[in-house]
């Protein structure tokens, strides 16, 4: 089942322009973790996120986690067209012993 | 090895037969995984293993489904009397796990299975 929905389910931008993408999800968390995919093939796990933490930076990548809302946004800054690829969040429920469950992704398409 | 290696990157196959994909995972990661992503959707857990415990098998979608790790690494997913349904894109992921998911996967480039 999904557990994290991202939205929204496609985005198109410039590029130097910053993306945000959202992900909402229905159960407690022991941490979330943002992939990306190019090509439909291998994902690339960009950033994991603790339940405990609300911010953490990587480069021109900014998660943010609101366990109240129990959701979490990905910001990319300055977007450059290498970054058109597919966005997934992924959760990993309750205590933290069951595998990560994805969301359906959002697709990034950063115009030059 | 450097990465998560999985192989054929491509399978064409015949409806009713049998097929294995192979995931050969990095070296000292003891947690293994299989998803499956069928086109534009996002990925389903298949199947897990973790060091020498006995395997998370909740989401192997029918008994048709099977997989094993031998040796505590490489691992081998199987589908019998595929259908057309199945084709997809398969993909394995390694990581460490001490009792907690709380490290990202490492994935590999996956094998486009085409059930004709």
């Known amino acids: 089942s999904q557990q994290g929905e991202e939205d929204p389910q496609a985005l198109s931008i410039q590029e130097g322009e910053n993306a945000t993408m959202n992900c909402s999800y229905k159960t407690s968390i022991n941490n979330l973790q943002w992939y990306r995919q190019n090509s439909g093939r291998g994902l690339v796990h960009l950033i994991l996120i603790r339940s405990n933490e609300r911010e953490k930076h990587s480069g021109r990548l900014r998660v943010t986690l609101d366990t109240s809302k129990k959701s979490s946004s990905l910001l990319i800054t300055a977007s450059r067209a290498a970054d058109t690829a597919s966005y997934f969040c992924?959760?990993?429920?309750?205590?933290?012993?069951?595998?990560?469950?994805f969301g359906k992704g959002t697709r990034l398409s950063v115009i030059a | 090895g450097a990465g998560v290696s999985q192989s054929p990157s491509n399978k064409v196959t015949e409806k009713g037969k049998d097929v294995e994909l192979r995931c050969d995972p990095i070296s000292g990661h003891t947690a293994l995984y299989w998803y499956r992503q069928s086109l534009g959707q996002g990925l389903e857990f298949l199947i897990y293993f973790q060091g020498n415990s006995a395997p998370d098998k909740s989401g192997l979608p029918s008994d048709r489904f099977s997989a094993e790790r031998t040796g505590g690494s490489v691992s081998t997913l199987t589908i019998q009397r595929t259908q057309q349904e199945d084709s997809a894109v398969y993909l394995c992921a390694s990581s460490l796990v001490s009792g907690k998911h709380n490290y990202g996967y490492t994935f590999g480039s996956g094998t486009r299975l085409t059930v004709v």
């Open positions: 992924a959760t990993v429920p309750g205590s933290g012993n069951t595998p990560l469950v």
